[in-house]
């Protein structure tokens, strides 16, 4: 009887956990476009922060936190050093491959910046679901996945609705703040950047026998060296004048954490939910976020335009 009132107690456990990391999802997710947004239509005295050296603050706060879980995994903090010396400085060919998905999501981080400084947080996050659509595409030819007509068909009217908010709304008036162009052109090219890092990532994963938090460190690492060098190479000038952590304020702090986070967050819900209650995540968060971005921020769409509320469902 022991042995199965453990069994019950961990099943029981699972599923609170799987609800609880669903809840964490939509938050994360709601809490850094909407934050993100936020940041950058907020009037501050003083010069606006850097989209580069945030970027960079959220790889180093996403390292740390990858080492105290595996830390906590090991159950040793010496241990964990070792291993994390040993992975980095003792394997180069390694570090070389993960080099990769290192610099794609460094490079998707400062697209998603660019593109939030452009689109509302409404048509973000909807434009944002086409990497569902790169994804599947890299899959096929990298991975050599096979997708049924029906995924097929799902991701024609992902497609479908994405062009659909993306035309004029009835009323004829602004969207949002910003250059919607460059916003989408800013989104679309983190969608196939994150397509591509997430597929060839999958394909290192199952190719090693590294866990998700150390390869964690290593992206996190190559993500905060090079997005160093982005930042001086791309903002030098600003940063000599008005330092590297110009125009921070608590907003931006939010943005940061939430950012470097956001990561953690998706693993728990591959652990201990599925796709199914992952994409309910999902559709929750862009409602609370259509409606946030309407009714609160007066930013963007509104959530009962034709366009926006046909292309969003």
Known sequence: CRPLHGSMVDQNKNEVMKYVSLVLLVVQTVSVVITMRYSHTQHTEGPEYLNTTAVVM????KLFCSFAFLASEHGDITVTVRQVQQVIFSNPGDMARIAIPGLLYTLQNNLIFLGLANLSGAVYQVTYQLKILSTAVLSVLILGKTLGWDKWLALVILTMGVILIQLPNASGQTESKGNAVVGLVAVLSACVTSGFGGVFLEKLLKQSGYSIWMRNIQLALIG???????????????????????GYNNTVVCVILLQAVGGLVVAAVLK????????FGNALSIVTCATISDLVMRDGPSVLDPNFFCGAG
């Open 224 to 246: 905060s060296v090079v997005g160093l060098f982005a930042a001086f190479f791309n903002d030098g000038a600003a940063i000599a004048k008005d330092g590297f952590f110009q």
């Open 272 to 279: 201990y939910a599925d796709n199914i209650l992952k994409c």
């Open 58 to 61: 959220s790889e180093v706060v």
